[in-house]
């Protein structure tokens, strides 16, 4: 089993900037992958981004060249800065990790607005 807790989301203005964390605890040796999905309402929830265990990444489309994803392995913490936000980026934000199960977190709201 893997718990998962997020943090860092909230209101910011078009543009601004945003880091949310997710720290791991529980069986995370077998982790292999760990990422970011969001979910707006009316739509399916969507990969954000995502770190593999050779550290190789990969990005949603629509994020690539604002939001960088890392992990922190020695916190057991998995970032996601969020740069230069759009009101489209507005979503519920969830964690999750992948072992021989996947397990997700229980979401960050980020609200992007004037």
């Known amino acids: 089993q893997v718990q998962l807790v997020e943090s860092g989301g909230g209101l910011v203005q078009p543009g601004g900037s945003l880091r949310l964390s997710c720290t791991a605890s529980g069986s995370i040796r077998s982790i292999y992958r760990m990422g970011w999905y969001r979910q707006a309402p009316g739509v399916e929830r969507e990969m954000v981004a995502r770190?593999?265990?050779?550290?190789?990444?990969n990005y949603a489309d629509s994020v690539k060249g604002r939001f960088t994803i890392s992990r922190d392995t020695a916190r057991n913490t998995l970032y996601l800065q969020m740069n230069s936000l759009k009101p489209e980026d507005t979503a519920v934000y969830y964690c999750?990790?992948?072992?021989?199960?996947?397990?997700w977190g229980q979401g960050t709201q980020v609200t992007v607005s004037s």
């Open positions: 999750y990790a992948s072992n021989l199960g996947t397990y």
């Open positions: 770190v593999n265990s050779d550290g190789s990444t």
